[in-house]
């Protein structure tokens, strides 16, 4: 259940950040809780390149173990 909640509250976040407080003054108190602006794109680029190198790792591993031995002839 704290997987759900977490994640709610992390869409939550990031969709504040990226679609509303752009239209909102920069002197407003909101702008305080939330990093720049260049984060938004920067940081679920990260996410993105250390997910797919994950999956590459556990295919890599994968293909690995089910290998079969090459039969002499």
């Known amino acids: 259940m704290s997987l759900v909640v977490f994640s709610l509250v992390l869409f939550t976040y990031y969709s504040v950040w990226v679609i509303i407080l752009p239209f909102v003054d920069s002197d407003h108190f909101l702008h305080k809780y939330f990093l720049p602006r260049e984060y938004s794109v920067i940081?679920?680029?990260?996410?993105?390149?250390?997910?797919?190198?994950?999956?590459?790792?556990?295919?890599?591993?994968?293909?690995?173990?089910?290998?079969k031995p090459k039969k002499a002839d």
Do not use: E, S
């Not at 990260?46 to 290998?67: D, E, H, Q, S």
């Open 43 to 67: 940081l679920p680029g990260i996410a993105a390149v250390i997910l797919l190198i994950c999956i590459g790792a556990f295919t890599v591993v994968i293909m690995w173990k089910n290998r």
